[in-house]
């Protein structure tokens, strides 16, 4: 007898055809579903792995720094009247009381360290950014830049106390491109820079510089200051900064600074926070004022220093400066040399 398959084993075989027919492949590239989607492998770290360092997008950098004829200090060239093994150390380049230091050198006056001794210091600004700048002695660069801090100092309010200082640290010697790295700006938001007598030693000092800003592109804005080498002359250290690290000040007190890496912005002022008598290895420069009338403050620029002078007058020197006791007078554009001031002879009786 010949034998039919069961009507319902017929149906059940037809709708398994159908159905695996809706798998079979057409040519046409399919969209991955939700369902197939690779599933990133989640692991715990283990408690030897560092997190990922964190990274900075920057938005603007700064390009070309643009310097105001009228807005530069000089300062005393110690590398010039030293011998290495003997560096010069005295007034009227290192005037404690006045808070114009000048100690590019080791405690026991054996060492000079061109790295931390500031020739002159200039500032400027475009449409976006304030500049500030920096020469060293020349042979700067044969030192460890780790060892060293350059900084810039902003009295906003003309109360002779800091309120922004601006450095960098550990700057390197190839770094001449722009880079946050090293950058910090700190503020002193409770005016204890200066201890109870601002630019007088007075050995009370406070917090310092207490609140960091920015710190290496970490901040509210990311591209608040930047610093670089000179791409010329690695013995020169520029800063760009935006308005807003000053406060949006149009006109300010400032002044530079080098000094050994391991004193801080929360020593700040050195004058009031370390002994004069046994600490050495930082300068700095007398302070000036940008955008604004002169305000005689203790650490103003001596006006018998070259005085800095509108843009249109000025006159550049195209010789080396003679000895440092000659100074750079762009009204007669020559070199002429401080007047030496003796006491007047008192008379002399011969017997
Ligand atoms: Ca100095
Ligand atoms: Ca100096
Ligand atoms: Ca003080
Ligand atoms: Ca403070």
Not at 77 to 101: F, K, M
Not at 158 to 171: N, Q, S
Request: aromatic letters at 12%.
């Amino acid at each position: 007898m010949k034998h039919y398959p069961h009507p319902l084993l017929l149906l059940f075989t037809l709708l398994a055809l159908l159905l695996s027919s809706c798998n079979l492949p057409t040519g046409a590239i399919e969209e991955p579903t939700a369902e197939a989607a690779p599933i990133a492998a989640t692991s715990t770290p283990s408690p030897t792995e560092t997190p990922a360092p964190e990274v900075i997008t920057h938005l603007v950098q700064p390009i070309n720094s643009t310097l105001a004829n009228n807005q530069l200090i000089p300062d005393c060239d110690t590398g010039i009247r030293s011998q290495p093994e003997r560096p010069d150390i005295r007034q009227p380049c290192d005037v404690w009381a006045r808070n114009y230091l000048e100690r590019p050198a080791n405690r026991e006056l054996n060492q000079y360290y061109p790295n931390l001794d500031i020739l002159r210091a200039q500032m400027g600004q475009d449409s976006e950014w304030y500049y500030a700048w920096i020469k060293l002695y020349e042979t700067a660069v044969v030192y460890d830049p780790y060892a060293t801090t350059y900084a810039f100092e902003f009295d906003l309010d003309f109360d002779a106390r800091g309120d922004i200082l601006i450095l960098v640290a550990g700057l390197p010697i190839n770094s001449s491109d722009w880079t946050t790295d090293g950058v910090q700006v700190w503020a002193d938001t409770n005016k204890d820079v200066g201890g109870s007598t601002p630019a007088e030693p007075d050995g009370q000092p406070g917090d310092g510089y207490e609140t960091l800003i920015f710190d290496g592109g970490k901040g509210d804005d990311p591209d608040l200051a930047w610093a670089r080498r000179s791409p010329t002359a690695a013995n020169q250290i520029e800063f760009a900064f935006k308005p807003t690290a000053v406060n949006n000040a149009a006109t300010f007190s400032w002044m530079a600074w080098a000094f050994r890496s391991d004193l801080t912005p929360a020593q700040f002022d050195f004058q009031d926070s370390i002994d004069a008598t046994i600490e050495y290895e930082f300068d700095n420069t007398c302070s000036w004022v940008f955008g604004g009338p002169l305000r005689g403050l203790r650490t103003q620029c001596d006006l018998t220093q070259p005085t800095p002078i509108p843009e249109q007058q000025a006159c550049v020197p195209t010789t080396p400066r003679p000895t440092f006791l000659h100074y750079w007078d762009p009204t007669s554009c020559s070199w002429k040399m401080f007047v030496l001031v003796f006491p007047t002879p008192t008379e002399i009786i011969i017997k």
